[in-house]
Every structure is written in structure tokens, then in C-alpha cells.
């Protein structure tokens, strides 16, 4: 079974909207982490937001934010008021346990074009 | 700051050559991973070092070997590589603290060719 799922292949919005990303985990670790990456046409990985198993409030950052709805085990990032540097491949990711050193797993990610 | 660094950025070469792709991070982290990553895949782990002296297997560690050199330097080899090793290789590392919210951090991958 896949440990991250990302459904959407391609995602298009409108400069100025908000859009949201869809990411479901499967684990059955009560410890983890789930992180959002953003790779542009470049190719270099960006951190974008973290949200832990135990954290009680959704993280933001910035434009950034993160639905986590833990009992669907989903993860979804919105991104509000979308720039035309927002246009990109998103990858959403999960590190299971405690331990930094541990795994991360990827999903197959989401590409993002923002329309002028 | 370098962050993470790999050598080299491409890379052609011919089927059953061999080479080593080189890591290195300047951030004092503990834990280093190799990924590749193919059109349609995402990230898929080939191996991983939790810590200096420590080395696991990934999702997909046929083909490749690897050696933490030291802290700081974690190498992929490729010992006889196939057209289908054909990827980006990417580097990255993380903090080695309990618990912790820190992600990874990415070099910007080495595109290599195998004919």
C-alpha cells in the first residue's frame, strides 16, 4: 500500500485564488510527521510546512497552510492567494516515528499552474 | 551557505560502467538519504544513514551501494549501471534530535544518462 497518496496529478488556478492540494497518508505509527516540498522548474526540493501527529492546531506559514484532519488521515495544503511563482511540482511527505533518522516517504506529487 | 552539495550535476554514461555519485552536507546533521526521482514517481528512497557508521536499504536499493564516508560525506555507487538507473539522484539530509520537526534538506540532484 502506498504510504502517501497525492490524487491529482495537475492542478490549475487562478492568480490571486486560493487552491488546495490533496494528500492522504496511511500509517499506523501514532508518531509521525508530515512535511510539504515544493521543486519549481529548477529542480531543488523546498521546504514548505510541517505538521506533527501530536500538534492540536493546523500549521501555516505564511501563504502556506495545512488542512490535517488526522482521523482521514489526510494532509492537504492550501495555498491563499496564489502568485505566478506558486506554479510548480508539490510533494507531500511523511516520516514515521520519532526519530528523525527514519524513512520519509513521498507521494508522487501534484503539479500546480497559476493562470495569469 | 552550501547546505547540501552534490558532484557531479550531470552525468552520461554507457551501460556497465561504474561511478560514484559524491554528497556532502556543511549543517552538522546525523542522518543523510540517497532518492531518486522518475517522471510520475516522486522521491524513492535508495538508502539511508540515520547516523555517521549506519546504513539502511530504501524502497528500491537493487543496483546501488553506499558509504558514509564521515559526518558529512554520504556517496551512492553505481557498480555496473543500466539504462533503467536513468534518473535524477538527489542527496539530502536532516537533523539527528528527538523529537523534532525538522525536514529535510536537498542538494540539486545529478542528472545522470545511462545509454
Known amino acids: 500500500a502506498q504510504k502517501i497518496t497525492q490524487t491529482q496529478p495537475g492542478m490549475f488556478v487562478q492568480e490571486k485564488e486560493a487552491v488546495t492540494l490533496d494528500c492522504t497518508y496511511d500509517?499506523?505509527?501514532?508518531?509521525?510527521?508530515l512535511f510539504w516540498y515544493k521543486q519549481p522548474s529548477s529542480g531543488e526540493m523546498i521546504f514548505l510546512i510541517y505538521q506533527g501527529s501530536y500538534d492540536q492546531q493546523n500549521a501555516t506559514e505564511g501563504r502556506y497552510s495545512l488542512n490535517f484532519q488526522k482521523a482521514r488521515k489526510s494532509a492537504n495544503l492550501v495555498i491563499s492567494a496564489s502568485q505566478l511563482g506558486d506554479s510548480a511540482m508539490y510533494f507531500c511527505?511523511?516520516?514515521?516515528?520519532?526519530?528523525?533518522?527514519?524513512?520519509?516517504?513521498f507521494g508522487t506529487g501534484t503539479s500546480l499552474t497559476v493562470i495569469p | 551557505n552550501a547546505g547540501v552539495t552534490q558532484t557531479p550535476k550531470f552525468q552520461v554514461l554507457k551501460t556497465g560502467q561504474s561511478m560514484t555519485l559524491q554528497c556532502a552536507q556543511d549543517m552538522n546533521h546525523n542522518s543523510m538519504y540517497w532518492y531518486r526521482q522518475d517522471p510520475g514517481m516522486g522521491l524513492r528512497l535508495i538508502y539511508y544513514?540515520?547516523?555517521?557508521?549506519?546504513?539502511d536499504k530504501g524502497e528500491v536499493p537493487n543496483g546501488y551501494n553506499v558509504s558514509r564516508l564521515n559526518k558529512r560525506e554520504f556517496s551512492l555507487r553505481l557498480e555496473s549501471a543500466a539504462p533503467s538507473q536513468t534518473s535524477v539522484y538527489f542527496c539530502?539530509?536532516?537533523?539527528?534530535?528527538?523529537?523534532?520537526?525538522?525536514?529535510?534538506?536537498f542538494g540539486d540532484g545529478t542528472r545522470l544518462s545511462i545509454l
Open positions: 511527505a511523511m516520516r514515521e516515528g520519532f526519530w528523525t533518522g527514519n524513512q520519509f516517504y
Open positions: 544513514s540515520a547516523s555517521e557508521g549506519t546504513t
Open positions: 500509517t499506523s505509527d501514532p508518531s509521525y510527521g
Open positions: 539530502a539530509s536532516s537533523e539527528g534530535t528527538v523529537p523534532s520537526n525538522q525536514p529535510q534538506h
